[in-house]
């Protein structure tokens, strides 16, 4: 069992800042791809970023540019910097782990709100 845990979220202003991180208790981190989703209300949850076990990055297009993931193996942790934050990026943020394209766990989420 993987748990997942997302703190960094919070409330900031149209073209802040702000970076997410997922700690994972889990003893062989490296082998696992992480990501990134997020959900907003009425809304179903859609793909925002992707680091896998190799450190190849994929993003969603309506965050390309503006978010970086990346990745610690030794800290078992995963890192969405978010820049040029949007009205529209306001949602929960949710971490995952997977392998061979499949999504085995999922965080519990953080709330991230971006309003003047």
């Known amino acids: 069992q993987v748990l997942l845990v997302e703190s960094g979220g919070g409330l900031v202003q149209p073209g802040g800042s702000l970076r997410l991180s997922c700690a994972a208790s889990v003893s062989d981190f490296s082998i696992y791809a992480m990501g990134w989703h997020r959900q907003a209300p009425g809304k179903q949850r859609e793909f925002v970023a992707r680091?896998?076990?190799?450190?190849?990055?994929t993003y969603a297009d309506s965050v390309k540019g503006r978010f970086t993931i990346s990745r610690d193996n030794a800290k078992n942790t995963v890192y969405l910097q978010m820049n040029s934050l949007k009205p529209e990026d306001t949602a929960v943020y949710y971490c995952?782990?997977?392998?061979?394209?499949?999504?085995?766990?999922w965080g519990q989420g953080t709330q991230v709100t971006v309003s003047s």
């Open positions: 680091m896998s076990s190799g450190g190849i990055t």
């Open positions: 995952n782990a997977g392998q061979n394209g499949l999504i085995y766990y």
